[in-house]
């Protein structure tokens, strides 16, 4: 019954590596969202992407991008990990219309 | 902008009922109101959600009011495992793009 998986639960990365995140579903949604969230802060929108190949920039893109070639398939890439990325990041998807929200698991990314 | 705002916080006493608050003054029409709760490390779980009518499941009740500007979360019997941090979301639609507010989280404390 796994509908959005993220692949990565726990990471730890070097500064300075690159670093992916990937979000699968299996509900044919065209909306899907990554979140960061840190104590306090709340849930913060990096990027979402209402299609293949369309990506939107959120609250707080920088340091990050996305590659969304599949339908199913919505990833984030930190092209030079550093620490203050350290955080637990969410994927979440969107039915059509909007009834329905999916969340991943959660990926909890240390950079040391 | 749509907006979702919650309290910081509340208290309950176990076997008691629990009402978490939700405003959302800039609700519009077609926009939907999800509730979902997180225990630490963990990613959110789907508590209710509800467009203009109140809503029952086994978890709990929404109550959404007649001119929808704000909802309240049920919980009828609190337990301690109901303990968490609870998220009221819009998700709003416009033509084929989506996007979830969030509210900051009211973190419920249920004690013995």
């Known amino acids: 019954d796994v509908k959005v998986t993220q692949s990565s639960r726990y990471l730890v990365k070097r500064t300075g590596e690159k670093v992916f995140l990937e979000c699968v579903q299996d509900?044919?949604?065209?909306?899907m969202f990554w979140y960061r969230q840190d104590p306090g802060l709340g849930l913060r929108l990096i990027y979402f992407s209402y299609d293949v190949k369309m990506k939107e920039k959120g609250d707080i893109p920088e340091g990050y991008s996305v590659s969304r070639e599949k339908k199913e398939r919505f990833s984030l890439i930190l092209e030079s990990a550093s620490t203050n990325q350290t955080s637990m990041y969410l994927c979440a998807t969107l039915s059509d219309g909007g009834n329905t929200i999916y969340f991943g698991e959660g990926s909890w990314l240390t950079v040391v | 902008d749509a907006k979702t705002t919650q309290p910081n916080s509340m208290e309950s006493n176990e076997e008691e009922p629990v009402h978490l608050p939700c405003n959302h003054s800039t609700i519009s029409g077609t926009d939907y109101i999800h509730w979902y709760r997180q225990l630490p490390s963990q990613g959110p779980e789907y508590v209710i959600h509800?467009?203009?009518s109140n809503v029952n499941n086994r978890m709990a009740s929404l109550a959404i009011a007649e001119d929808r500007k704000s909802s309240t979360l049920i919980l009828h019997r609190a337990t301690l495992r109901d303990a968490a941090v609870y998220y009221c979301?819009?998700?709003?639609?416009?033509?084929?793009?989506?996007?979830?507010?969030f509210g900051k989280g009211t973190k419920l404390s249920v004690k013995p």
């Open positions: 979301i819009l998700s709003v639609w416009g033509g084929s793009q989506g996007n979830l507010i």
């Open positions: 509900m044919d949604h065209e909306n």
């Open positions: 509800g467009l203009t």
